[in-house]
């Protein structure tokens, strides 16, 4: 069982930035994905960055050019460096991950994002 433990969230004004961190520990074999999800009140959760073991880099459109991920496979860890923050952008971000050739999710507990004037 993977369990995922996020830091970093918190308030900041519009045009600002914050960095998430997710560690993950456990039985962290074969994570073949690790990214960032998002639910803003009253919203699905969506996909926010999503880092697969192949090279590939996934991000919401709404995001692309202010917000970077990065993984370090060898600490089992990925972070988002969130630029240009904007009130849209407020919510609760999850960390994810998925392992070998299952479909389950394992999420983090989530932090809060919050961005207002």
């Known amino acids: 069982q993977v369990h995922l433990e996020e830091s970093g969230g918190g308030s900041v004004h519009p045009g600002g930035s914050l960095r998430l961190s997710c560690v993950a520990s456990g039985t962290t074999t074969n994570i073949n994905f690790m990214g960032w999800y998002r639910r803003a009140p009253g919203q699905k959760r969506e996909l926010v960055a999503g880092?697969?073991?192949?090279?590939?880099?996934q991000y919401a459109d709404s995001v692309k050019g202010r917000f970077i991920i990065s993984r370090d496979n060898f600490k089992n860890m990925v972070s988002l460096q969130m630029n240009n923050l904007q009130p849209e952008d407020t919510a609760v971000y999850y960390c994810a991950a998925l392992q070998g050739t299952s479909i389950t999710i394992h999420w983090g507990q989530g932090t809060q994002v919050t961005v207002s004037l």
């Open positions: 880092d697969f073991s192949n090279n590939i880099i």
